[in-house]
């Protein structure tokens, strides 16, 4: 895999989540590869998403200064691609013609406009290419990371 690669909340809030060790475990492998690599991708949508699970929805939340500190560690490793009216105007396009939701249109959009290869989500269709966004979902039974990730 050599191109940018745009990072869902899922899979960041995955890696903090004790309640599913095979999915931790995938999402940290996987977010240290792509940041290894200068390949990660977030946006602000993402993080803020993040926050809310980490801090409210897990069983155990992450103690607020270490979700603090990860959203400092995202911002610093990762490339965030910033919102404006363009990205909204492209999510609101992208949500009428292909039935997204608003805020997995606003990942779409994000990703088509900065010329992302790939989004790594388990909130879309594994295996789909729209507009030459590529959805993978990196907790598929069928799912190969060594493979993906050779590419």
């Known amino acids: 895999m050599n191109g940018l690669a745009m990072l869902d909340a899922n899979v960041l809030v995955y890696s903090d989540d004790s309640r599913s ?38 069983a155990t939340p992450l103690p607020l200064d270490l979700a603090e500190a990860r959203i400092h560690e995202y ?22 013609r292909y039935g997204f939701h608003y805020y997995d249109a606003q990942i779409w959009a994000a990703a088509r406009l900065a010329a992302i290869d790939v989004v790594f989500s388990e909130d879309f269709t594994d295996g789909s290419q729209i507009e030459g966004v590529r959805f993978a979902n990196p907790f598929a039974d069928d799912f190969d990371m060594d493979a993906f990730l050779a590419s």
């Open 21 to 58: 060790p095979s999915k931790s475990a995938r999402a940290r492998l996987l977010i240290q590869f792509l940041v290894e690599r200068g390949l990660a991708v977030v946006t602000p949508q993402v993080l803020g998403e993040y926050w809310l699970a980490v801090t409210r929805k897990l």
């Open 75 to 96: 911002r610093n490793f990762a490339r965030v691609v910033p919102y404006d009216s363009v990205i909204v105007a492209e999510a609101v396009r992208g949500q009428r």
